[in-house]
Structures are given as C-alpha cells and as structure tokens.
C-alpha cells in the first residue's frame, strides 16, 4: 500500500479515462505539500485521521445491541472509526467470520452503545465512515459528508440518486450562511489558504463501476 501511496506522490500512478485523460492529475497537491515524497508518513497520517488509531492494527468488527441495524468498525484499541448501517447486521457480521482472515479482521461479540449513526451529524463526533448508502436517502440532515462512494446505487433513472447527491452539496458555511467561502475569491496561488479551504469544500465522488457514475451525473446535470 505504501508503494502505490508513493506512486501517487510522485505523480507516476497514471489511471486514463477513455478520453485519455489521467484522472490523478493536479490532485493531492495539499497532500504532497504537507508530505512531500514520503510515503510512510502519509500511511500513518491516514491510519490516524480516517481510522483514528496511532498505528496499523487489526480491523474489528462489533454489532452494537442498542441501536438497530449498526455495525461498529474500529482498529486494534482505538475507537470506532466507521458505523455500517444495514437492514440485517447479523447477516453482514456472519459473511465477515466467514471471508476475514483472523490476522487482519476479528468479529467481536455484540457490544451495548448508543447510536453511532445518530451521533454523526454533531460536530463533536469523531466517526469518519458511513457504510449503508440508502441512509442518505431518508431525510437525513448533516453537514459533514464530504466524500461519497457509490455501489450498486445509480442503475436507473429517479429521484434517490439526485437525494444522495444532496447531501454531500450541503455545506453549513462561514457564519451559517449555507455558501461556499472559496467561491467568490477568485483564483489564488498554490498552497494559499483558499486554495486549500476550496478542497475542503468539494464533494468528492467515487465508484467501482463507471455505469453508476455515468447514471448520477446524467440525473444531477
């Protein structure tokens, strides 16, 4: 993993589109600025901040009893970096002793808690993930989302997808004000506060398959 994190910090990762284009290109200029070529460093940064641990660990994964539907995922001691939020948890916890090898991932017995996912929207809460997409669907209200993976969701035409796409574009904004702070500064010189605040303030959008991404930006344009 830290040999393609170096590929990417040295811009020789290349990934075209069918138009030729290379989709890493001009990216992660912030990341290169704080970590320049060193690949280790970025690794354990990211162990820190995405899974909130001090160093690598084994991934575990616990049903929490109190709150319906909640998986919780955490490495090694650390506390619960993810909350998976799905229709049937013991189906999902079962699939996971079945495919995890135990050097890596270990199924916890099911623990009492109160729910993550109700806790996501408070700006004290630490939980980087949410795994269970058709959440975002149901009215939910949170400024936080900034980032968001898309799978088997987008396979046809209709309001879910535009629903999904909502709740990454919202944005609490400078003072409340619901605006984008970088958008009317103009263009600035790299590495400036407002170039890096612009990152900040962009939905990024990912998938594993291009058709689902093709179908969300044919209902969001």
């Not at 040295?10 to 200029?29: I, M, P, W, Y």
Request: charged share 25%; hydrophobic share 40%; with cysteine.
């Amino acid at each position: 993993f830290e040999a393609l994190l170096g590929k990417l910090l040295n811009e020789s990762l290349v990934v075209r589109t069918k138009k030729g284009t290379n989709v890493f290109a001009g990216l992660f200029g912030e990341v290169r600025r704080v970590h320049g070529s060193d690949a280790a460093a970025l690794y354990l940064d990211m162990v820190r901040r995405l899974f909130l641990a001090d160093a690598p660990a084994k991934l575990r994964a616990a049903r929490r009893k109190e709150a319906s539907g909640e998986i919780q995922l955490r490495v090694g001691e650390a506390e619960p970096f993810a909350v998976v939020n799905v229709g049937e948890p013991a189906d999902v916890t079962k699939e996971l002793e079945k495919a995890a090898h135990p050097e890596w991932c270990l199924v916890e017995p099911e623990i009492t808690g109160a729910s993550l996912f109700e806790a996501l929207p408070a700006e004290s809460c630490r939980t980087t993930m949410l795994i269970g997409s058709r959440k975002f669907m149901e009215g939910w209200n949170c400024f936080r989302v900034s980032m968001l993976g898309i799978h088997n969701i987008g396979q046809g035409a209709g309001t879910q997808i535009v629903q999904l796409f909502g709740r990454g574009v919202r944005l609490r904004g400078k003072d409340g004000s619901l605006k984008r702070f970088s958008v009317d500064k103009g263009r600035e010189r790299p590495g400036s506060d407002i170039e890096r605040l612009r990152v900040l303030e962009t939905i990024s959008l990912f998938t594993v398959n291009a058709a689902y991404l093709a179908q969300f930006e044919d209902e969001v344009n």
